[in-house]
Nanobody, 115 residues
Framework: QVQLVESGGGLVEAGGSLRLSCAASGSIFSIAVLAWYRQAPGKQRDLVAAITSGGSTNYADSVKGRFTVSRDNAKNTVYLQMNSLKPEDTAVYYC?????????WGQGTQVTVSS
């Protein structure tokens, strides 16, 4: 089992920045992928950014150039640096981990961007 705990969400004005953190604990060996998803009210949960154990990254087109995902393997933590935030970035952001055939989710953290 892997436990994921997110932090860093909040309210920010458009154009501002936030950094989300997700700490993994438990049976954390061989976590192949750590990622961030988001879900706005009435919409599906979508991938925002992902990073593999080797450091390869993938981003949704809507956040490319504004968001950066990084991973500190020593701290078992994944980060999402969000710059130039827009009102449409408002959502609950979820941390995700894939380990072998297992998928894990955090509880989510709210990000609200005011116009």
């Amino acid at each position: 089992q892997v436990q994921l705990v997110e932090s860093g969400g909040g309210l920010v004005e458009a154009g501002g920045s936030l950094r989300l953190s997700c700490a993994a604990s438990g049976s954390i060996f061989s976590i192949a992928v750590l990622a961030w998803y988001r879900q706005a009210p009435g919409k599906q949960r979508d991938l925002v950014a992902a990073i593999t154990s080797g450091g390869s990254t993938n981003y949704a087109d809507s956040v490319k150039g504004r968001f950066t995902v990084s991973r500190d393997n020593a701290k078992n933590t994944v980060y999402l640096q969000m710059n130039s935030l827009k009102p449409e970035d408002t959502a609950v952001y979820y941390c995700y981990a894939r380990q072998s055939n297992y998928r894990y989710w955090g509880q989510g953290t709210q990000v609200t961007v005011s116009s």
